[in-house]
């Protein structure tokens, strides 16, 4: 099965701020890679998908990029709706999909 | 946008069996791709269960162990998952998804309906 390793686990930032979070897999997926946003009681939403790609309706300050094993994604002028934990995802593997293990957002 | 609405127990004895349902409106299950459902223990990430495509066509988590089955049943536009011989290790928030495009992304979510099992 493919591992997905996220980093960092957890990161405080400021609004305002530009974050960066990483995705890395245990084998090379391609750009078989979807990123969601995930806030507290709620079901996670789709931000990215295909590594780079900007889900309808997500604001443009969300971008995604690699390839191969390693992703990221990144969030500039965060806003305070922003804080949350997301997940990557990967469909490489398919039906064998895996979720990496989260990166949770909060306000310095 | 296509609307997802799980249901089911709340509770279940260890060892009986888990049954959901998710009522899909906005859309006919018999018009796209795969359609599955992902739970997340509380506190902790997501876990793919199963899928099932709108012939009929299913796959499954290997870490179930064969005791989850997901269905569709057209006449009523929903899906169902049944998890037997359920333990502690089951409890979760289950979320029934659809999966689109070339990419295989969750692209619609239920709201998620929280399962506990105890005794």
């Known amino acids: 099965d493919i591992q997905m390793t996220q980093s960092p686990s957890s990161l405080s930032a400021s609004v305002g701020d530009r974050v960066t979070i990483t995705c890395r897999t245990s084998?090379?997926?391609?750009?078989?890679l979807n990123w969601y946003q995930q806030k507290p009681g709620k079901a996670p939403q789709l931000l990215i998908y295909?590594?780079?790609n900007l889900q309808t309706g997500v604001p443009s300050r969300f971008s995604g990029s690699g390839s191969g094993t390693d992703f990221t994604l990144t969030i500039s002028n965060l806003q305070p709706e922003d804080f949350a934990t997301f997940y990557c995802?990967?469909?490489?593997?398919?039906?064998?999909?895996?979720f990496g293990q989260g990166t949770k957002l909060e306000i310095k | 946008q296509v609307q997802l609405q799980e249901s089911g127990p709340g509770l279940v004895k260890p060892s009986e069996t888990l049954s959901l349902t998710c009522a899909v409106s906005?859309?006919?299950?018999?018009?796209?791709?795969?359609w599955t459902w992902v739970r997340q223990p509380p506190g902790k990430g997501l876990e793919w269960v199963a899928e099932?495509?709108?012939?009929?066509?299913?796959n499954y988590n290997p870490s179930l162990r064969s005791r989850a089955t997901i269905s569709i049943d057209r006449s009523k536009n929903q899906l169902s998952l049944r998890l037997r011989s359920v333990t502690a290790a089951d409890t979760a928030v289950y979320y029934c998804?659809?999966?689109?495009?070339?990419?295989?992304?969750?692209?619609?979510w239920g709201q998620g309906t929280l399962v506990t099992v105890s005794s």
């Open positions: 998804a659809r999966l689109q495009g070339d990419y295989l992304y969750f692209d619609d």
């Open positions: 906005g859309d006919s299950i018999s018009s796209s791709d795969w």
């Open positions: 099932i495509f709108h012939s009929g066509n299913t």
């Open positions: 084998q090379t997926i391609s750009n078989y």
């Open positions: 295909a590594a780079s």
């Open positions: 995802q990967q469909s490489y593997s398919s039906p064998r999909y895996s």
